[in-house]
């Protein structure tokens, strides 16, 4: 079918329209169980309900599942009985029209469960307001109370209705419950004072017994014990296991306070219930005569006490009879029989007016007296076909207005489809099925029919008996081909009636009828009441009569009225659910065929399904059909611009429908054979999945296009904001700039003049900016006498502190960093700048100079002179060459300073010069030395520092002179060249040449040779 179903919805067929083989009962049998098998326990026959009886608690009826059917398509999900109701009540609200729901089935196939379910499903689905919501409560709470009085046990079902229920629901033109109402006809009553065995009563009797306050027992003269009443204990099975008394009793005593019963109406309605059991219990012995008379009579007071009966009036009734002659009154004694007959009778009366009372009750609680306008939809929980084994007049009645109803049922059926083709324009086929018109003429028609013959025969003069009647039956009926008797048979047929039996071949089956008690039922007047089951009718059809049309209801309407009420009935829209037991011994899962295939033919099924079959197994409205399957049409997919009729045409040509298969009409196309839509069902189930997955992709493109867009959106959105956030920003800078350099300006113009609020912050600015930048570039070394920072001339007195400062803090930290030895160099670099700076013009280039300690380590000196000098300690040695005072012959020599002398030694052998304070002293006096060596400075500083005599020391240029010895002189000159060297000069004088470019140098030889003799 259509809609979205799991693989579970699927199994089988969920229309048996759309089965292949509709005629084949055994097809439709095995599509049945299938779906039994997988708890699927509904199916259509188009708009009609196949229940099957699961015999457990199936998990379909639940709130949720309410609201996954409310408001859906017929075809859209699962057949389910809410699926139903719901489509029911939205015709209904679309149309405004009234409906009703015919529930039928065998006792025990789940009619009136089906009903519970519908009337809940309106209960929750329907709009409500608190009034509506008692309305809604009472309704309810009327089926338990009903059940207790109306329900028993039977050998077929443990809860059975044994009277007929028709409920109307009233629905406002808002679609609000507002009223309902209740018909109850064919109340078995005779189960008051007989039950066969392992049944039961009506439950309320063991409720009262069972489940009765010790209190109200007392007040009605009861024993709480079943077993103490003879209409209870028939059966020998008060007690069932699957029905709890004292439960129920107190949900129906709840139940009566909602619908509106006072305390004294319950009183009086278990006055009635106690007075029925203490009749029962009434009993009668014979006398002489045989008559009946009353010995023992505890009960029968009971009785007249509850229902407030003389006593004697009561005994009387019970024991005679009274025959009217003329103005006479004759009292003509019962025997036994007769008054248990009688007893019996009263009973039965009794029990059943009060049922009747309990409708009334209820129907006045739920009653809506809004006289606005109001739609119905009836509820008709109806037995099926019955057949016993033995059937009499009540089988007889109901088998009829199933027959009825059937009529009914195929003048709608095809009169609808006729309608439907008309509208649509297409052709009429005309249909083959059994009309049973035939059979319903032969008991409803007027002086010929069954009816009217038992009627006669009831009322004609003379002693009529159930035999007379079957006589007169066979009379008029002889040649009727669907009415049988044992004389009217053959020979083969013969052997399966009795002679009080007539048989009747109802659309459905053939039904055999015991004509005994027939006439007693007809006549009695209780029966009457309910006579030709037109009571029965009357309460399905009520709701669509007038006053007009039925007259006075509590009239008797006979069965031609029936036809003009048909008619009515035919303008509206019935809705069938046909309860099927899936076997006799109420076990889950347990699916009889015989049983089933029985109740098949019983209930029609198969007509059903024939007529619904009559021309096409499926329509649908052209939009509807393109709007499923125009995926599998590239013309038609995704979007049909044109007529939905066209694109139809083209879908189906696409998919290669035969002429012969499928027909268009005016609004609806129509298609013959269900497997040309399942093939198309098929495909679209394969092309469901691409589709689907490219709705799937396209749905993401979408979306992620959408969330571009709002992001793209979303980013200029902030982007223009920060901008606007940012310019503003960049206004308050600018303005706060040209503020400040205003400020700057001004303040730099003004800069010469006293500190005013002008140029103060430019001045500070200024100082800030000066100091930052002499912190980053202040000198780094003492020497560094140059690379201060000009100042601005608002810091130049500052500038100059904190050069001095700076200045300071580098000799504090030079003068911290330096060694004792560095300290020693120093002070004797000190010295030589004393002796030498600005003198001597290879000085400066001396400085970075370092002086050592020593030149010639004690390992060169010799051993002798080391011996010789022991005592002193050497202070410096240095090698030097010596030029002999005459002559000017260098030698080399070792020049070692001491303590206290200074020596120039020879390498080899001691020479010794000693050179003392003293010594020196002579030395000016008594010849010079004429020593040259390379380390000048060094070797004059310590020279100076050993002896003590600084100032002692001479610098000069050019030459010097000298004293050789007394009157003869020695002359030393200085002069550069293009080699440095030292030699005895022709003139005599020595001659020390220093290099040209080296001039300084040789110059400074030359100062070394003259400064050595100072
Ligand atoms: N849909 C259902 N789900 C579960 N159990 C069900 C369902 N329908 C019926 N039954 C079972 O079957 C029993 C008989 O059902 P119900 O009383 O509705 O039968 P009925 O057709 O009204 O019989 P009768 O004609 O005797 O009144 C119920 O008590 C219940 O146990
Ligand atoms: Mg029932």
Redesign the pocket.
Known sequence: MEGALTARDRVGIQDFVLLDTHTSETAFLGNLKKRFSEDL?YTYIGTLLV?V??????DIYSKKQMDIYMGVNFFELPPHIYALADNAYHTMMAEANNHFILIS??????????SK?ILQYYAVSCPSTTLLDSVRDRMLVSNPVLEAFG?AK?L??????RFGKYMDIQFDIQGDAVGGHILSYLLEKSRVVHQNHGERNFHIFYQLVEGGEEDLLHQLGLESNCQHYSYLVQDECANVTSINDKNDWKTVRNALSVIDFDESDIQHLFGIIASVLHLGNVQFEADSKGYATLNKNTELRWVSTLLGINVQVLQEGLTYRKIEAKTDEVLSPFTVDHAIYARNALAKAIYGRTFTWLVNKINDSMENKEPSRKTVIGLL?I?GFEVFYVNSFEQFCINYCNEKLQQLFIQLTLKSEQEEYEAEGIGWEPVQFFNNKIICDLVEEKHRGIISVLDEECLRPGEATDFTFLEKLEEKMGSHPHFITHKLSDKKIRKTLDRGDFRLLHYAGEVTYGVVGFIDKNNDMLYRNIKYVSLLLWSIIHVYLTDKLLGDSTTDPRPSSLLGLTDILMSKEPWYVR?LKSNES?QPGRFDDVLVRHQVKYLGLMEHLRVRRAGFAYRRRYELFLQRYKPLCPATWPHWRGVAAEGVEVLVQHLGYLPDEYKMGRTKIFIRHPRTLFATEDAFEVCKHKLASRIQAQYKGYRQKGEFRRQKEAATKIETCWRGVQARKEKERRQWAVKVIKKFIKGYMTRGEAKTTDNSEYLAFVRQNYLNRLKDNLPKTVLDKISWLTPPPVLTEASAILRQLHMRVMVTRYVRGITAQQKAQLQLKGITSVIFKDKKDSYPQSVSQPFVDTRISEQDINMKILQIIRHERIKYSVPVVKYDRNGFKPRPRQLILTQTAAYVVDEAKIKQKEIHPSALHALEHGGDLVIQCDHLFEVLTKLSVVANKQSAINVVQGSISFQIQAGKEGIVDFSSGQESMVYKDKNGHLMVVSLRRLTKHIRTCGQHLYSAPV
């Open positions: 326990i229940s009886n699961p015999y457990k608690e199936l089935g065998e006792s025990g196939a789940g009619k009136t469960e089906a379910k329900n039977t077929k079902n443990d809860n059975s209705s929980d037995y309860c109420k």
